[in-house]
């Protein structure tokens, strides 16, 4: 028998464990906005910082770096995002499926507003290795879309899909982890955005998906109320 949800609440500690976790990302988020606009002493660290990792360019690394940021793209991270959640509707998964599509469509979309709000500009021109978007720099959507998709991956693969074997599991894990930070790490490279930009998609990142994946768990394990 279900528990009531003021005794669930109680007794099973994800939900705790993601409010708290909710939390400090959204905290940490606002810190880092703040400091990125307000604090001079933080902006220059992160030129600093930034300015390091673009100088490691090299002609192996420039092609690399720019394929990177092309799957970490809207067009790409639509496409694979509409896909995975088609694939999991497809195969009756409809609540991983409307999961999969919230997460990251919701997510990308209040990023792309936050950038507005934030309003931090671009590193300047003459740092860029590639042409630089049209918009505010402050969270790195790219960064932000691509924790969101193999987050999301990674959790459904760890809680959902069982049947698949554990070492392989592991991997898939491991290469979605390596892929989403390089694609981050990708856009400062190339000197379109700072390294305090893909923290803060980071962050922005872990407070959605908490949300979202709070609500999926609640929904999924029967007690979501009226």
């Known amino acids: 028998m279900a528990l009531p949800v003021r005794e669930s609440w109680r007794r099973d500690p994800r939900y705790g464990a993601l409010v708290i976790v909710f939390g400090l990302a959204l905290a940490g988020f606002v810190a880092l906005a703040i400091m990125a606009v307000l604090t001079p002493s933080f902006v220059r660290l992160d030129k600093a910082v930034s300015g390091a990792i673009r100088s490691l360019g090299n002609p192996v690394m420039d092609p690399i770096a720019v394929g990177f940021t092309i799957l970490g793209g809207v067009t790409v991270m639509s496409i694979l995002t509409l896909g995975c959640a088609a694939w999991l509707w497809l195969r009756g998964r409809r609540d991983e499926a409307i999961l999969f599509f919230t997460t990251v469509a919701f997510g990308s979309a209040l990023g792309h507003g936050l950038k507005l709000l934030v309003g931090r500009a671009r590193p300047a021109l003459e740092f860029a290795r590639i042409s630089i978007p049209d918009s505010y720099s402050f969270p790195s959507g790219h960064a932000l879309a691509s924790f969101l998709f193999f987050g999301v991956v990674v959790f459904l693969l760890v809680t959902v899909e069982q049947k698949v ?45 908490t949300a979202t994946v709070g609500y999926y768990v609640l929904h999924t394990s029967g007690r979501l109320t009226d």
């Open 165 to 209: 074997p554990l070492r392989t599991r592991a991997v898939v894990t491991v290469l979605c982890v390596l892929i989403a930070i390089s694609i981050s790490m990708s856009r400062v490279y190339l000197g379109v955005h700072y390294l305090g930009d893909v923290f803060g998609g980071w962050l922005l990142g872990s407070a959605i998906m």
